[in-house]
C-alpha cells in the first residue's frame, strides 16, 4: 500500500479525450469553498494550447479541415504522464496528493501512479480506464462489455483518415440535428440540451491517437499498491457500466490487497461536472 502523508491534500485532475483542465471548473470551485486545494493539468495539446483550425470556424469548410495537419499528432501517453507528473512532483512539497482522472484521463494516472508511487496518496478514476488485463481503451473497446458503447455510432462526426492525421478528429461545432442528438445521449443524456451544449463547446476536435494506444496497464508492485476509488457512472453511454465495472474488477483482481472503494452516481459520461456538490463530497470522504 502507498504510504498515507498528513496535511492537507491537493487534489490533481486530469481530463478525458478533446477536453481541458476547463471541465473540471465547476469541482474545484465546490472544493474552494470548503477550503481544500486543486489543480486541474492542461495536457499537452489542450487547454489554451489547443488546435482549432481556420476550417473548424464558422463558415466551416469540411474538405480542408480534412488534411489539416494536427499539432497533437505524435503526441505519447508518456507525454501526457510527463505533464501529469510535473505537477504532482510540484504539489507534493505541500501534502498529500490525490490523483483525479476522468474518462481517458484514467491512462495518464495510472502511468504515473506507476512511476511515482511514493507521492501519490490515491487515485480516483470518475468512469476512467484503469487498464489492468489490456493495454489501453482501444484494445478494450473491442471486448463485449463495450459493445453497447454509443461512441461506437457516433462515426459520422469523424473528419479525415485518422491513420494520415494520426489523431481521431471530430467535428463538434456540426449542426448535423441525428449526430448531436446521438452524442448528447453518449456524453449526458441526463442533463437538458443547453447544457449539453454548453459542455460540447469547451471541446476541441483532436486528440492524439497515441495517447490512446500506450501501455496504460496500472502494475500491481507499484502503482496498484496505491489506494484508489472508482465512481461508476450509471448512465454513462460512452464507457458502458458493464466494462466500468470490469475495470474494476479486474484491477481488484490484480491486487486482492487493495480494492477499489466504489462509488455510484447516477449521471452519464460527462454529466458529473453538474453534481460538483456530489463529486466533492465524495472526493472528501
Do not use: K
Not at 135 to 140: D, L, R
Not at 227 to 251: F, G, K, N, W
Amino acid at each position: 500500500m502507498s504510504t498515507t502523508h498528513s496535511g492537507t491534500p491537493t487534489f490533481v485532475f486530469v481530463h478525458g479525450s478533446g477536453s481541458s483542465s476547463f471541465m473540471w471548473t465547476t469541482i474545484q470551485r465546490e472544493l474552494a469553498l470548503r477550503g481544500q486545494r486543486s489543480l486541474a493539468v492542461d495536457l499537452p495539446g489542450h487547454g489554451f494550447d489547443a488546435q482549432f483550425p481556420v476550417p473548424y470556424q464558422a463558415p466551416q469548410q469540411l474538405d480542408r479541415l480534412a488534411v489539416e495537419p494536427s499539432t497533437l499528432a505524435g503526441v505519447t501517453l508518456e507525454d501526457n504522464a510527463a505533464a501529469v507528473r510535473t505537477a504532482v512532483e510540484r504539489v507534493a512539497e505541500h501534502g498529500p496528493v490525490v490523483l483525479v482522472g476522468s474518462s481517458l484521463g484514467g491512462t495518464s494516472i495510472s502511468v504515473v501512479a506507476n512511476q511515482i508511487p511514493e507521492l501519490v496518496d490515491r487515485l480516483v478514476y470518475i468512469s476512467a480506464w484503469a487498464c489492468t488485463t489490456l493495454s489501453n481503451p482501444v484494445e478494450y473497446m473491442g471486448e463485449p462489455e463495450f459493445a453497447d458503447s454509443l461512441l461506437l455510432e457516433l462515426a459520422g462526426m469523424n473528419i479525415g483518415d485518422p491513420m494520415t492525421l494520426g489523431v481521431g478528429r471530430a467535428n463538434y461545432r456540426g449542426a448535423d440535428r441525428d449526430q448531436l442528438t446521438r452524442l448528447h445521449t453518449a456524453l449526458m443524456e441526463d442533463r437538458s440540451e443547453t447544457e449539453f451544449l454548453a459542455f460540447l463547446n469547451t471541446l476541441q476536435p483532436d486528440e492524439s491517437l497515441a495517447a490512446m494506444t500506450g501501455d496504460a496497464r496500472l502494475h500491481p508492485d507499484s502503482g496498484g499498491r496505491v489506494r484508489r476509488r472508482y465512481v461508476r457512472l450509471t448512465r454513462d453511454r460512452s464507457i458502458p457500466l458493464a466494462m466500468q465495472d470490469r475495470l474494476i474488477a479486474e484491477a481488484d483482481a490484480a491486487t486482492p490487497g487493495n480494492p477499489f472503494t466504489v462509488h455510484t452516481l447516477d449521471t452519464g459520461h460527462a454529466g458529473f461536472v453538474y453534481q460538483p456538490e456530489a463529486v466533492a463530497q465524495l472526493l472528501l470522504e
